[in-house]
């Protein structure tokens, strides 16, 4: 059996409404530990922390560089992931819950290609949640699958990328060879409260400033193309965090409409569900 280790960032996260104690406690169960690096905050964040209360949780203090931007992301997981013992890790972002059978499915996994130094990171398949718990959103802008467990051996310089999407390697970034599993990722980073999402806007004006002016003149949940209903089963441990904002009269995605942009996601989405294949596919990874 696998040794591992969890590993997760957080900051503010009770005024931006993280589902993070959820994030933590899908993990738990098949991790050794797991590693929080919990930043300055303003709001609660550390005692919320340290209110799981579990063994298994080691908390450390980053410095939270604003002046880098959205590589202060990056910065501060790979601080994280160098507190870890474990030779393989099970990231975590603070608006991501795994569903519970993923972890046994990522601890299986690590353990077949253990042996095997082509295979250096894992991916799960996401679901993008937005403007409630019960649509997904699903065109190509967003990524249907993710680097979320690695190999944590420094000396195979494997490292978060630019925001900490993904995971790249060395100085030269090259894309990590990774395998895929079915673990299943839950992202409800757009389907938080109205007032939590207005927190996210004025946050990302410091760490992504090029979007700033973009974002000033959109609605706070733009209609998008590819918005399906979600007709599965939501993780056990996220059940009373969702109960708890299934209603927000605020949190509203704006009418249907077309714009010619649109075309290419039309375009894509039926070339994918004709031949599997999703054009100019963003990938931190190559698969192996």
Not at 6 to 33: M, Q, W, Y
Request: with cysteine.
């Amino acid at each position: 059996m696998v040794k591992v280790s969890g590993f997760t960032i957080i900051k503010n996260a009770i005024s931006h409404d993280f589902p993070v104690e959820a994030s933590i406690r899908s993990i738990l169960p098949v991790c050794d530990e797991v590693i929080v690096n919990v930043g300055p905050s303003t709001d609660g964040t550390m005692d919320l922390i340290k209110s799981i209360d579990d063994p298994k949780i080691k908390i450390i203090e980053g410095v939270w560089d604003v002046s880098r931007q959205n590589w202060m992301l990056s910065d501060e997981t790979l601080r994280a992931m160098r507190a870890c013992s474990h030779p393989w890790g099970i990231y975590i972002q603070a608006d991501e819950v795994l569903h519970e059978r993923g972890g046994p499915e990522l601890v299986a996994a690590m353990a077949e290609v253990d042996a095997d130094p082509r295979v250096e990171a894992l991916l799960v398949k996401y679901l993008h949640f937005y403007g409630d718990f019960n649509t997904i959103a699903s065109n190509r802008r967003w990524y249907r699958r993710e680097i979320r467990a690695i190999r944590l051996d420094p000396a195979l310089d494997i490292r978060p990328y630019k925001g900490a999407q993904g995971f790249r390697v060395g100085p030269d970034n090259r894309k990590t060879r990774a395998r895929l599993t079915s673990a299943q990722m839950f992202h409800y980073g757009w389907a938080r409260p109205a007032a939590a999402l207005r927190a996210k806007i004025v946050t990302n004006r410091t760490i992504y400033p090029w979007s700033a002016e973009r974002e000033a003149k959109r609605p706070l949940l733009p209609w998008i193309p590819g918005l399906k209903p979600f007709t599965g089963t939501h993780p056990a441990v996220a059940q009373s965090y969702i109960a708890e904002r299934a209603t927000d009269p605020e949190r509203v995605v704006e009418p249907p409409h077309f714009e010619l942009e649109h075309l290419r996601f039309y375009a894509s989405d039926v070339i994918e569900r004709l031949t599997g294949v999703r054009l100019w596919e963003y990938r931190n990874y190559r698969l192996v």
